[in-house]
């Protein structure tokens, strides 16, 4: 008897950087594994970094399926796997990294512990869209910040992909949350619940003293890096806490070591690349069902929509900077989420 198949996007050459449209094996899920048919793909900027090569610490052997972010129905479940059962709704950041497979494909098996189950206000194309740059936000401001009700944030890139994720979280824990972007998106900050700042015509000292007393931000996330945590080493109050997701530069410290600030580095693809820490990451997607289907946060969304077909043309997109808002690929129609076949 033959093996089941599925239609997947294969990765064979890190030069050509070219999707190969294929039918290969459907994968069967293991110990603490779950077999999820694919409903829709977020696109992130790492995916298409590692598709063209240039990030060594998450590529995987070729040939691979890519695809970071997903949403889809649980189709079964591995032994051991009590959280989750078939025809469940379930979103998460589970694989196209190493040796786990990604989510350009009709199915996925992914560990049960970096899944939860999809808020029932959204659907699968917006579930798709808020794995990675909620977990990365929460990693910065809840687990690496302990940021409490009451303080002062700074969110540096207010309106960008993980920064939008971080004002909303910070607005949900009671911070008082202050946000960089460039004039064009001051609207879209205040939408969220932020006072936006335009760093184009205002400098550090002049925001810090209008909106702190010049004392500083008791918490700062940038998601930015180079000048922008610069300005972040400089912006931080006394004792503050600054976490970065994009510290992959050379800084000179010495502004926010005078402060006894922290600076704490956050890179949300620790969980699938080591094993550790995966149990808690499903845990930080519970708390993102939560508070989305209380309405405290809501992913934006691309105006832009692609099949499995225009995978290619989704990373072109992201790698653009032109996307306003998450873009996500439709594996599948929403119409026949509920098939169970190719």
Same mark, same amino acid.
């Given at each position: 008897?033959s093996?089941?198949?599925?239609r997947?996007?294969?990765?064979?050459?890190?030069?050509?950087?070219?999707?190969?449209?294929?039918?290969?094996e459907?994968? =069967?899920?293991?110990?603490?594994?779950?077999?999820?048919?694919?409903?829709?793909?977020?696109?992130?900027?790492?995916?298409?970094?590692?598709?063209?090569?240039?990030?060594?610490?998450?590529?995987?052997e070729?040939? =691979?399926?890519?695809?970071t972010?997903m949403?889809?129905?649980?189709?079964?479940?591995?032994?051991?796997?009590?959280? *989750?059962?078939?025809?469940?709704?379930?979103?998460g950041?589970?694989?196209?990294?190493?040796?786990?497979?990604?989510?350009?494909?009709?199915?996925?098996?992914?560990d049960?512990d970096?899944?939860a189950?999809?808020?029932?206000?959204l659907?699968?194309?917006?579930?798709?869209?808020v794995?990675?740059?909620?977990?990365?936000?929460?990693?910065?401001?809840?687990?690496?910040?302990?940021?409490?009700?009451?303080q002062?944030?700074?969110i540096?890139g207010?309106?960008?992909?993980?920064?939008?994720?971080?004002?909303?979280i910070?607005?949900?824990?009671?911070a008082?949350?202050?946000a960089?972007?460039?004039?064009?998106?001051?609207?879209?900050?205040?939408q969220?619940?932020?006072?936006?700042?335009?760093?184009?015509?205002?400098t550090?000292?002049?925001?810090?003293?209008?909106?702190?007393? =010049?004392?500083?931000f008791?918490?700062? *996330?940038?998601s930015?890096?180079?000048?922008?945590?610069?300005?972040?080493?400089?912006?931080?109050?006394?004792?503050?806490?600054?976490?970065?997701?994009?510290?992959?530069g050379?800084?000179?410290?010495?502004?926010?070591?005078?402060?006894?600030?922290?600076l704490?580095?956050?890179f949300?693809?620790?969980?699938?690349?080591?094993?550790?820490?995966?149990?808690?990451?499903?845990?930080?997607?519970?708390?993102?069902?939560r508070?989305?289907?209380?309405?405290?946060?809501?992913?934006?969304?691309?105006?832009?929509?692609?099949?499995?077909?225009?995978?290619?043309?989704?990373?072109?997109?992201?790698?653009?900077?032109?996307?306003v808002?998450?873009?996500?690929i439709?594996?599948?129609?929403?119409?026949?989420?509920w098939?169970?076949?190719?």
């Amino acid at each position: 008897m033959s093996k089941p198949t599925m239609r997947a996007l294969l990765l064979e050459s890190y030069q050509s950087a070219q999707f190969r449209d294929v039918q290969i094996e459907r994968p =069967a899920p293991g110990q603490g594994e779950v077999l999820v048919r694919v409903i829709a793909s977020g696109v992130n900027p790492i995916d298409y970094k590692i598709r063209t090569g240039i990030a060594s610490y998450a590529m995987p052997e070729l040939p =691979a399926v890519l695809g970071t972010d997903m949403a889809g129905i649980v189709e079964s479940v591995g032994a051991g796997v009590t959280t *989750f059962k078939p025809g469940d709704a379930v979103y998460g950041m589970t694989g196209g990294v190493r040796g786990l497979q990604g989510s350009l494909a009709h199915y996925q098996v992914a560990d049960a512990d970096l899944l939860a189950h999809k808020p029932k206000n959204l659907s699968f194309r917006e579930a798709a869209a808020v794995p990675l740059t909620f977990l990365t936000a929460w990693q910065g401001l809840v687990d690496g910040a302990k940021l409490k009700q009451g303080q002062s944030v700074l969110i540096q890139g207010g309106a960008g992909g993980v920064g939008h994720m971080a004002v909303q979280i910070a607005r949900s824990l009671g911070a008082n949350v202050f946000a960089t972007a460039s004039q064009a998106k001051h609207s879209l900050v205040e939408q969220l619940g932020a006072v936006p700042i335009d760093y184009h015509s205002s400098t550090v000292e002049q925001y810090i003293s209008r909106h702190t007393q =010049a004392r500083g931000f008791e918490v700062i *996330f940038d998601s930015a890096g180079g000048k922008s945590l610069d300005d972040s080493l400089a912006a931080i109050a006394p004792y503050g806490h600054i976490a970065s997701c994009a510290a992959f530069g050379t800084h000179n410290l010495a502004t926010s070591s005078l402060r006894c600030a922290t600076l704490t580095g956050v890179f949300v693809l620790l969980p699938m690349l080591s094993g550790q820490g995966r149990a808690h990451q499903g845990q930080v997607l519970a708390n993102a069902t939560r508070l989305i289907e209380k309405g405290e946060v809501r992913p934006i969304l691309d105006k832009h929509r692609f099949t499995l077909s225009e995978a290619h043309q989704a990373h072109d997109l992201v790698q653009s900077g032109q996307a306003v808002g998450k873009v996500v690929i439709e594996v599948a129609s929403e119409a026949d989420q509920w098939l169970g076949a190719d």
